[in-house]
């Protein structure tokens, strides 16, 4: 893209960095109505968004269409991605929506494994731009049948529980949601740096191009394995312990390879994708099970803003990291792998809670 359009690569990476800051505006107001309407209405609309933005990036001749593009893209992104899905199952389904939230996580984990290799078939057949116009067509032919086809809510909307479900204070609730925003902004920080640096960071720490690309491939099977491995013990556990594990999986991971290199690289690949897999899960279920679901979609809208903005910053920051460390960048990632688990320690819940969703 960046040939085509004799740009730099630092354009087309800016380019998505807007549309992640769009995202993060977007999603407060786009889960409002789906707490309101129910989520076919919006998620219908995101597929019409989706493909505007992808005809105007196939379309686009420069700097300033292609930003033009990505925010467009951005709006649909804020609206149509896990959050709204999640927040579409919830209003459907109340304090039911645990086992929907992980199987939709556990079927798009795929989402890499297909696209990816799909996306290289259409570059290869049409080039970029024909390849924007296919995943053009996968929205309006796919996506858009499907999402028409939701039921839509019979009942108003979830009214707020008498006392909270976790039997605190507005305030202690107000504090929950804060360390909920922290951990999944430092968790979607490093996934992002990851899905970007992955490779480059293996060869950094002396592993070959090839041994580097091996290892990276590990993460997608590790992060279904790890939903799997969630979905049969679903009854089983209260989410905040799969999360406070999987929390702290990168850092142990990251410093594996630090002590050890490259005999431990296989190793921390897979607990790092292991522990994406889980907090994946965990950004839909956690707020529903320590706030409830009366109003779960703008609440998920506020608290994934910051995590977006993090994405955004992610790759950027973590390049820069990579060109003055070296192998140690990693430290940047363990560092908040350390911080995310921490605050996930301070988060409490109350056995009224655990029975609840355990029942």
Known sequence: ??????????????GLSLALVVAALVGPWSG????????????????????????????????????????????????????????????????????????????????????????????????WRGACLGWLAVHLLIALPLHLSLTAPASP?????????????????????ILLAISFAVTWFTSTAMAAHLPRLLQEGGLS???????????GPAQVAARILEFSLLD????????????????????????????????FAILHGAGNGILTIAKGTLPLVLLGPAGYGARQGLLMAPARIGQAAAPLLTGLALDAWGVGALWLTIGLGVLGTWVLLLVKDDQRTASAMTS
Do not use: K
């Not at 893209?1 to 800016?14: G, R």
């Open 1 to 14: 893209m960046a040939q085509d359009l004799l740009l730099t690569p630092a354009w087309i990476f800016a």
């Open 32 to 127: 409002a109505i789906i707490d309101r309407w129910g989520g076919r209405p919006v998620l219908v609309g995101t597929n019409l968004l989706f493909a505007l933005g992808l005809a105007l990036l196939a379309l686009c001749q420069g700097p300033l269409s292609l930003l033009a593009a990505w925010s467009v893209l951005g709006l649909a992104m804020g609206a149509g991605l896990y959050e709204g899905a999640f927040a579409a199952v919830v209003r459907l389904r109340g304090r039911e929506s645990r086992r929907a939230i992980t199987g939709i996580t556990l079927i798009a984990g795929f989402a890499s494994t297909v696209g990816w290799p799909l996306t290289a078939w259409m570059i290869g057949e049409a080039g």
């Open 236 to 267: 089983r556990l209260h989410p905040l312990l799969p999360a406070r594990l999987a929390s702290a999986a990168h850092s142990v991971g990251g410093l594996a390879f630090l002590v050890c290199g490259g005999p431990l690289a296989a190793v």
């Open 209 to 219: 191009a090839g041994a580097a690309l091996a290892c990276a491939m590990l993460v």
């Open 157 to 177: 909307p979830v009214p707020p529980d008498p006392v909270p479900l976790d039997g605190a204070e507005p305030a202690r609730r107000r504090r929950i949601a």
